[in-house]
């Protein structure tokens, strides 16, 4: 059998993703260790559906130490949407840090 891991997630799966995502209802991807394997009937973090022993379930160990305290288990598609809502959400900080260098608006410099 063999797993193609590389088939995007749909935009609506995305979209719901970045929206767990932003509301604290999914963790960020960090460096948490994934296990793969079969489907133990276990519940989708992502959409809600039982994953069933045909198919593979992606589930997230939490941290060692503070974090999450429970695991979560995903779809392939679904644990690839949430991984892609995560790194969206942290190339867009919600507040921009005023960057602007100063002292370029032509005074002073003799
Ligand atoms: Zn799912």
Redesign the pocket.
């Known amino acids: 059998m063999v797993i193609d891991s590389r088939v995007p997630p749909s935009p609506e799966l995305l979209a719901h993703a970045t929206e767990l995502v932003r509301s604290g209802l999914l963790p960020h991807a960090d460096s948490q260790a994934v296990l793969a394997g079969p489907g133990g009937n276990n519940r989708?973090a992502?959409?809600g559906?039982s994953?069933g022993a045909s198919d593979v379930e992606y589930e997230m160990s939490p941290p060692p130490s503070g974090g999450a305290s429970r695991a979560y288990s995903?779809?392939i598609p679904?644990y690839h949407a949430w991984k892609q809502a995560c790194m969206a959400a942290s190339a867009q900080p919600d507040h921009s840090p005023a960057a602007r260098p100063h002292g370029a608006d032509g005074s002073g410099s003799e």
């Open positions: 989708c992502l959409c559906h994953i995903f779809h679904c």
